[in-house]
């Protein structure tokens, strides 16, 4: 689901692609992936890895390219282009125009005691306009809480926190010094000046979450950022835009995801563990400390090394070496 937090402009689908025939000239109502759109959603479909979501989309207008098309199907109005991304983030940024940078909260204040019934705050907490927090959570002193941020009940938040474009639901754990919400590492590149990509989606933190010191989570770009209920992130780890944790999951230290990487329930991944981007890793299974996983893993797998591969093939390997 696409975030509320960003000021969206009425627009209709020949004012974004004005140089393309549209049949259909409605007003957008938002962006969305190929398997979320609906039929008044502007979507994308820019790898064949994602021809199965666009054969079934419900979008009525989607950009890609002249070799991509012919997996869509035929009621769409198609907008083929040379770059989907690049032009997604212009036609994001006509819509969205504030969602390409994280501009500070301007509507911060203290928080008002008899607002936030059974909530306890430390010193210098600041809260946004419009945001909720349940009864019997813990707010540590200098914790910064942006606008519309939704918090349930039970939670404990540490000090020196960052929370912007999140939802956090019940008996969740956030420890010191984290950053969430923020704006992810995307851009366009362009010889005269990177087009920023618009980030419109939020981050979604499940049940029983725990999250050690000094974690950075990023939301969502067009999706959303998910943490799956009872999964523990230990100190520094870091989490780019789209990705979908799963439930019981287990990351150590120092660990980072690239974007739009998908895991499976419990999964464990070692210390210093690299996960890059647009990956599917199944449940049940085990990355080794160290690791570079830079392909899709199945189910009940244990991989390590770098590319990580099945530990069998790893020790084999380093008995080879030896």
């Known amino acids: 689901m696409i975030s509320n937090f960003f000021l969206k402009k009425k627009i209709k689908a020949k004012t974004l692609f004005p140089k393309h025939n549209i049949k259909n000239n409605f007003e957008v109502e938002n962006v969305r ?14 790898s064949i890895k994602y021809k199965t979501l666009a054969a079934t989309t419900k979008a009525r207008l989607c950009i890609t390219t002249d070799k991509l098309k012919i997996h869509l199907p035929t009621k769409l109005d198609i907008i083929i282009v040379d770059n989907v991304l690049f032009e997604l983030a212009k036609a994001l940024k006509m819509i969205y125009p504030k969602a390409d940078i994280d501009y500070p909260d301007l509507t911060l204040s203290k928080p008002i005691q008899k607002k936030y019934t059974g909530v306890k705050f430390g ?11 349940g009864k019997n959570s813990v707010i ?6 942006e606008q519309g941020v939704k918090i349930n009940e039970g939670c404990v938040i540490g000090a020196g926190n960052i929370i912007k474009n999140t939802i956090i639901k019940k008996e969740v754990v956030i420890q010191d010094n984290c950053k969430i919400g923020q704006k992810g590492f995307g851009f366009i590149p362009n010889n005269n000046k990177n087009l920023k990509f618009p980030h419109i989606g939020r981050v979604i933190i499940e049940d029983k979450v725990e999250i050690a010191s000094g974690c950075t989570i990023d939301r969502g770009s ?6 799956g209920s009872n999964t523990y992130l230990d100190n520094q780890v870091h989490i780019a835009h789209n990705v979908q944790i799963g439930s019981n999951c287990m990351i150590a230290g120092q660990v980072g995801f690239a974007g739009s990487t998908k895991l499976g329930n419990n999964v464990s991944i070692g210390g210093q563990a690299g996960i890059s981007g647009h ?3 199944g449940n049940n299974v085990k990355i080794g400390g160290g690791s570079g996983v830079v392909k899709d893993v199945e189910d009940n797998q244990t991989v390590m090394g770098y590319p990580a591969v099945p530990l069998k093939d790893f020790i084999k390997k380093n008995k080879k070496d030896e």
């Open 222 to 227: 067009i999706s959303d950022t998910v943490i």
């Open 123 to 133: 010193n210098n907490v600041l809260i946004g306009k419009n945001v909720k927090i």
């Open 33 to 46: 992936p190929l398997d979320l759109a609906s039929k008044k959603d502007l979507t994308f479909f820019d």
């Open 140 to 145: 540590g002193a200098n914790t910064i809480i």
């Open 279 to 281: 990956l599917k890793v």
